[in-house]
């Protein structure tokens, strides 16, 4: 008669929130954050994206254990000029009716330093996914806040990019994101050395 008894125990220390450890929650916000697309040519072709999504999560309190994951709205971008605007939308280049999002979703985590460490993972820009790694930075301080920053380089040939303009066969997309904890414990940092 005690089988039960031991088993609705386990049963409900698993289910109870309480019982779950807690992890790190850190929110990735617009503010103090930006996302921007380069491509080298004749007359500048950039703008800023104003529509992104962007995820830091923890499995644990070990940095390592983090993913981030980011999704941008390309027909977002914004470069201050209508006729850059379409230009940088059309179907030569972000091609936005077609391939309405860029992502990057990291799947490893390695440190490179005592606060900093590389997100290597998969960035996809109109239906290409290459190998591509982005840096987080870890405040040394109580660990509250942190930056996910890279810059992805692409040759636009590999992205099947064109242009009525004459443009390198290099661009890029910059990264410059803050993240805020939230909630939940401090992040634990190994030693580096």
């Not at 800023?48 to 923890?58: G, H, Q, V």
């Not at 936005?96 to 330093?113: E, L, M, N, R, Y």
């Not at 591509?132 to 109580?142: E, H, K, M, P």
């Not at 890029?172 to 030693?191: C, H, M």
Request: charged share 20%; glycine share 8%.
């Amino acid at each position: 008669m005690r089988l039960p008894v031991i088993c609705l125990a386990v049963a409900s220390a698993l289910l109870c929130p309480g019982a779950r450890a807690q992890v790190p929650v850190f929110q990735v916000t617009p503010i103090q954050s930006s996302i921007r697309f380069n491509v080298k040519s004749s007359k500048p072709l950039a703008g800023n994206f104003e529509k992104w999504n962007a995820t830091l999560t923890f499995a644990s309190r070990d940095p390592t254990s983090a993913v981030f994951q980011v999704e941008i709205q390309t027909a977002s971008v914004h470069s201050g000029n209508n006729k850059n605007d379409n230009e940088l939308k059309s179907r030569d280049l972000l091609n936005v009716a077609q391939d309405p999002v860029i992502s990057f979703k990291s799947d490893k985590v390695v440190q490179t330093g005592k606060t900093t460490y590389d997100l290597i993972g998969t960035f996809t820009m109109r239906g290409v996914s290459k190998p591509a790694t982005l840096s987080l930075v870890i405040a040394d301080q109580g660990g509250g806040s942190g930056y996910v920053q890279g810059v992805v380089p692409f040759d636009v040939k590999n992205y099947g990019m064109t242009s009525s303009s004459e443009i390198d066969e290099r661009g890029e997309v910059d990264l410059n994101l803050k993240a805020q904890q939230v909630s939940g414990p401090e992040l634990i940092r190994k030693r580096f050395q």
